[in-house]
């Protein structure tokens, strides 16, 4: 069980207040949908439960071992295990989808490997198993340039996760991808909760969200105003966070 007890985060200096006292609880397995409209910390909240964001206020528990107490960042260790992927991940166009995956091993590589450019044959064979989890193994070895939209946005999931992350938030993962690159995506999603065990929480369009999510967190002016399990928004729910 994962825990969020008064989450608090600000930008410029203090002055401009994002999230205002979220509490959460979230397990192994899920896929929980961020839905609100823009500027209601959806973006923020994911970057701050991956951990990329230091906290102004809040704790943060993973089956009751502290992460965060009252602020901050939380370890390496458990940053390790949080996988974030952007809106628009950054790609070498000229380096094969292989590669791309295993710049995700980075931070796990020695200094005089990265120096050297040398890869580990447990590295290799992890960056070669994500893809084939993804369906892409046939494109291991060309380059990210010459991929679809859809097959870099797996490729991305892959590199987010090589390192063994068992929680992954995405920011909007589907944006700009036609929809059946975006069905793909979610599904990709979908697998990595139901035969993985991993969690992902990823901010959608609500009708998304609707479909493929067992979960769907409703933020509003930086505050949790819906969580609903196994089921649509209501109208009423709806109109709660402001999306029609």
Same mark, same amino acid.
């Given at each position: 069980?994962?825990?969020?007890?008064?989450?608090?985060?600000?930008?410029?200096?203090?002055?401009?207040?994002?999230?205002?006292?979220?509490?959460?609880?979230?397990?192994?397995?899920?896929?929980?949908?961020?839905?609100?409209?823009?500027?209601?910390?959806?973006?923020?909240?994911?970057?701050?439960?991956?951990?990329?964001?230091?906290?102004?206020q809040g704790d943060y528990t993973w089956d009751?071992?502290?992460?965060?107490?009252?602020?901050?960042?939380?370890?390496?260790?458990?940053?390790?295990?949080?996988?974030?992927?952007?809106?628009?991940?950054?790609?070498?166009?000229?380096?094969?989808?292989?590669?791309?995956?295993?710049?995700?091993?980075?931070?796990?590589?020695?200094?005089?490997?990265?120096?050297t450019g040398m890869v580990r044959s447990d590295?290799?064979?992890?960056?070669?198993?994500?893809?084939?989890?993804?369906?892409?193994?046939?494109?291991?070895?060309? !380059?990210?340039?010459?991929?679809?939209? %859809?097959? /870099?946005?797996? +490729?991305?999931?892959? $590199? *987010?996760?090589?390192?063994?992350?068992?929680?992954?938030?995405?920011?909007?993962?589907?944006?700009?991808?036609?929809?059946?690159?975006?069905?793909?995506?979610?599904?990709?999603?979908?697998?990595?909760?139901?035969?993985?065990?991993?969690?992902?929480?990823?901010?959608?369009?609500?009708?998304?969200?609707?479909?493929?999510?067992?979960?769907?967190?409703?933020?509003?002016?930086? !505050?949790?105003?819906?969580?609903?399990? %196994?089921? /649509?928004?209501? +109208?009423?729910?709806? $109109? *709660?966070?402001?999306?029609?």
């Open positions: 069980m994962i825990t969020v007890n008064h989450l608090h985060k600000s930008v410029d200096g203090n002055k401009k207040k994002i999230l205002k006292g979220i509490d959460i609880q979230f397990r192994q397995g899920e896929m929980i949908g961020v839905v609100g409209p823009s500027g209601s910390g959806k973006s923020t909240l994911l970057r701050c439960l991956s951990l990329r964001d230091r906290w102004d009751d071992a502290n992460v965060i107490h009252g602020g901050g960042r939380g370890s390496q260790k458990y940053r390790s295990k949080c996988a974030y992927l952007e809106q628009n991940p950054s790609f070498y166009p000229e380096k094969t989808a292989l590669k791309n995956v295993l710049i995700g091993q980075a931070g796990q590589t020695p200094w005089f490997r990265r120096l590295d290799y064979m992890g960056a070669m198993d994500e893809l084939e989890r993804f369906g892409l193994i046939d494109k291991a070895h060309m !380059k990210a340039g010459n991929l679809s939209g %859809g097959e /870099r946005q797996r +490729v991305a999931i892959c $590199r *987010a996760l090589v390192h063994g992350a068992g929680f992954l938030a995405a920011d909007e993962p589907v944006i700009g991808l036609d929809p059946h690159s975006a069905e793909r995506v979610l599904k990709t999603l979908q697998t990595l909760c139901t035969d993985h065990n991993k969690t992902v929480i990823s901010a959608l369009p609500i009708e998304l969200a609707e479909k493929y999510c067992t979960r769907i967190w409703g933020i509003y002016d930086g !505050k949790l105003k819906i969580d609903v399990t %196994g089921r /649509r928004l209501t +109208v009423e729910e709806k $109109r *709660a966070i402001d999306l029609i």
